[in-house]
């Protein structure tokens, strides 16, 4: 095969792959190229966008169309250079063992890289140049191809670093992401409809919350037991007996249920659902960002606030228990202006989450508009629903439980971000145990 032919058969293989891409990636035509290009050349790319443009999917997309190992680091102002290469440990034999970080895979996405410092983030100068790490003296050689797709959000956004010069002269491409336009948005829920309803895997649904999992996962170290996580849908009609009782019957096979963040009302009764199932059977449940709101939402409904819900899925709401932040009302373009980052937070005393936390003040992540609305903060309190931390000024609820329920907290923020194999977060953990005490 002459020059032209291998060009030529080059060519219909990049094709070929951008249409495998297109079924899971609606636009971004130019940067699917450039990607690629990078690829081809032996390159490393930084992608620049706001959170929830598919950047994450994106590169898990080509990893697994091209047939070559993926991971994921997120990035973490506490994340240390050992994450992500690996670390000597003392095995049975008493010898030094390196035990392989994330790093050493195909294709490395370094998610939200510069939200954290230099010093984690010179972990990776070596591999990208040189292809190789080195530890202890001992140099350790990537798998090719070795391909860093590095995502990061906005500069002026809370809680982000500049990436230093050295750094930035390790990749060939900066490339910036757009938001979709009205017909690719039109296209993504359709997509994501049939995803939905028709094709998407379990695999696929443990890809989409690998942070959450991992995190059980930690946290079933700590307690010295093993994980089973089973995935249930929760896009369930609420209102057919029989398609509940189904749904009801899975929920009764749970030692413990969490629900994790997410957008938009798809399978929100579902989950409400849920969080009324655990408090008539007394099952310890973990809430994250939206799951909180729903433990909140059904809260309401329980003692009286018929309808009660979130004003992010409906308008004129006699109860709106959860509202759009004061601060978000006056944003007219949404595009990454989320409360985003690492806050504060004041854990209130004799509270579950305080002794699982051990500590009086706490900083975690943050990815949301709406909060509880804090009109209905008094009536939800006077009956029985306790808020176990706030912001230091007391304005915004960030976590929630019930006294008289085995194991019943709702967080605002995202702990899984900051959960570690050999440090598990305490609510996973809590959790955790609260479950395997619960086991059936």
Known sequence: MNQVEQLNLLIDKCNLLKKEIA??????????????????????????????????????????????????????????????????????????????????????????????????????????????????????????????????????????????????????????????????????????????????????????????????HHAAAKNGTKMNIVYLSSDVDVDNEEELKTFQEELSKLDGILIPGGFGDRGVEGKLSAVDYAIENEVPIFGICLGMQCMVIQFARRIGMDGANSSEFKDDLKYPVIDMMEEQKKIKNMGGTMRLGAYDCKLIDGTRTKEAYGEDFIQERHRHRYEDNNEYRDVLTENGLVIAGTTPDDFLVEIVELPDHPWFIGCQFHPEFKSRPNNAHPLFASFVKAAFDNKK
């Open 23 to 216: 079924k899971v990636i609606v636009g971004q035509k130019e940067i699917v190229n450039q990607i690629l290009i990078s690829i081809l050349s032996s390159g490393h790319c930084l992608l620049v966008g706001v959170p929830g443009l598919a950047k994450t999917l994106l590169v898990n997309t080509i990893a697994k169309t091209l047939g070559l190992t993926y991971k994921r680091i997120q990035f973490t102002p506490d994340l240390m250079p050992s994450d992500i290469i690996g670390s000597e440990i003392l095995n049975t034999n008493r010898e030094l063992e390196f035990i392989k970080g994330p790093l050493f895979a195909n294709i490395l996405l370094a998610d939200e890289i510069n939200r954290t410092p230099p010093k984690t983030q010179s972990a990776l100068l070596e591999a990208m140049q040189e292809h190789k790490v080195t530890v202890a003296n001992k140099s350790y050689v990537m798998k090719e191809p070795f391909f860093v797709l590095a995502t990061e959000n906005p500069i002026e956004q809370d809680g982000t670093y500049p990436l230093p010069e050295a750094q930035m002269d390790r990749f060939m491409f900066k490339l910036v992401m757009e938001f979709p336009s009205v017909a690719e948005l039109g296209n993504i829920v359709n997509m994501t409809q049939i995803t939905m309803d028709e094709t998407r895997t379990e695999q696929e649904i443990e890809d989409a919350y690998i942070s959450i999992r991992e995190s059980l």
